[in-house]
């Protein structure tokens, strides 16, 4: 992204005023992720037998994948709760209290005793706190998404919107990498005993990073003009009276995006290290390869969506991932890191083609009295379609019938996000310039 066409929309002031937003965006998402990562990391290494004592490894596995789906459960009463605050008293104050309780929550994880120390209070005390991570996060991606594409100047919008997205890839690389150096640098016994628990006692740096950045912050221009109205008394019921079809359509334009990630990352973690019996360092490695090209592919997306429309793109997106879910089969299974290598590049970088532009695309389906409510719903529900439970339900399908059914989870999630789009009108995107 060049400068020059920000400055030349209000000055250097606006310039500086632009990159604290794009900065905020991306750390806040980028801590917000890291601390949802790494317990998606840490429930494809550890939690199973640490937490869930079974007869068999896949059963404590698939133990392990339920509580990680719990978040998914929360999130949409977090994206319902943080909505409401966020369109009556704006979007800063509601991204700090949601940093707040998604840090916190992962610290706590981080000092947990296992089930071996205090028994079933164990697995309960960690999906409780899960549960908590999946409330902040319920609140975070769509305030942070509305941080940047509210502030952007016209024509520029899906290429601000980059700056949460990319916070994902920045999250996951230093989760997983911080799990990477660990595991290479302790032995097995020390990193199940205490290894695991320092990259959520980290949290708590990061979080205090990402608070110091947005106090910095002020409100974005759409909660500006919302105060001199009246703005809606439950935001959430106001969205579902007037705003019920694109709310299902924003969250099913969203199912495709999170169903190749975490099949992409937690379930093919956790299967290539168990039944493929590939070294846990060496997919590691493998991974944090894989996702520099879903940031290249946000970056693509950001940059097309603003040259056409973030419809078109996510369309485009949609259709490559059917033809990605179709490879999984053979690419995954073919018995080479290689191959499984190039299967994770492809399927990580259409990840980013249709994640890059929703930050763009579902802000313009709602009108700002209740724009973050309806954001983070259609976001936070997609979610549960498409990823909550794809690890565990992947699991299953691989255990029962082979890899090629886990590809053909991906390929439905992409036809009902294709189905989605098509619904949409392609006027939207211009009908936003007047509402923002």
């Not at 005390?125 to 305030?143: A, D, M, N, P």
């Not at 590939?278 to 997306?301: N, P």
């Not at 997106?317 to 490879?327: D, E, N, T």
């Amino acid at each position: 992204m060049t400068a020059g066409g920000v400055v030349a929309e209000g000055g250097l002031g606006a310039y500086r005023r632009h990159a604290r937003v794009l900065v905020a965006s991306l750390v806040g998402t980028a801590v917000e992720f890291y601390d949802f990562y790494i317990y998606a990391t840490a429930a494809a290494l550890v939690f199973g037998p640490l937490f869930f004592p079974a007869e068999s490894a896949s059963v404590q596995q698939l133990a392990a994948y339920a509580s990680f789906g719990i978040a998914f459960v929360a999130r949409p009463l977090g994206a319902a709760l943080f909505g409401h605050f966020g369109d009556r008293i704006g979007r800063k104050s509601t991204l700090v209290a949601s940093l707040l309780l998604m840090g916190g929550a992962t610290v706590l994880i981080g000092v947990l005793p296992t089930y071996q120390s205090v028994g079933w209070y164990a697995p309960l005390l960690l999906c409780l706190l899960r549960f908590g991570q999946g409330l902040g996060l319920g609140g975070e991606w769509g305030g942070a998404a509305l941080l940047a594409v509210e502030n952007a100047p016209p024509g520029w919008r899906a290429r601000f919107g980059m700056a949460p997205q990319l916070g994902a890839p920045v999250g996951f690389l230093a989760a997983n990498g911080l799990f990477l150096i660990l595991s290479s640098v302790m032995s097995e016994a020390d990193f199940l005993a205490w290894g695991w628990r320092l990259p959520f006692l980290l949290s708590s740096v990061l979080v205090g990073l990402g608070l110091w950045i947005r106090f910095r912050l002020a409100d974005t221009p759409a909660v500006v003009a919302i105060e001199h109205d009246r703005p809606a008394a439950i935001p959430f019921v106001e969205l579902l009276r007037t705003h019920l079809r694109a709310t299902v359509a924003g969250t099913f334009a969203v199912v495709v995006c999170f169903a190749i990630y975490y099949l992409t990352t937690a379930f093919a973690l956790g299967y290539g290290t168990t039944e493929l019996g590939y070294d846990k360092r060496d997919f590691l490695s493998v991974q944090l390869f894989a996702i520099l090209f879903m940031a290249i592919g946000i970056v693509v997306a950001g940059y097309a969506a603003d040259r056409w429309t973030s419809r078109a793109v996510l369309i485009v997106g949609s259709v490559i991932a059917i033809a990605i879910g179709l490879a999984m089969g053979p690419m995954f299974g073919a018995g080479s890191l290689g191959v499984v290598a190039l299967f994770l590049c492809l399927g990580l970088f259409t990840m980013g083609l249709v994640y890059g532009p929703l930050a763009s695309l579902l802000p313009q389906l709602f009108p700002a009295p209740v724009r973050y409510t309806g954001v983070s719903i259609a976001f936070n529900v997609g979610g549960i379609l498409g990823g909550g439970f794809a690890p565990g339900v992947a699991q299953t399908l691989a255990d029962k019938g082979g890899l090629a059914f886990v590809g053909l989870y991906i390929s439905g999630a992409a036809v009902l996000t294709l189905i989605a789009l098509l619904s949409v009108s392609p006027k939207t995107e211009r009908e936003f310039q007047v509402q923002a």
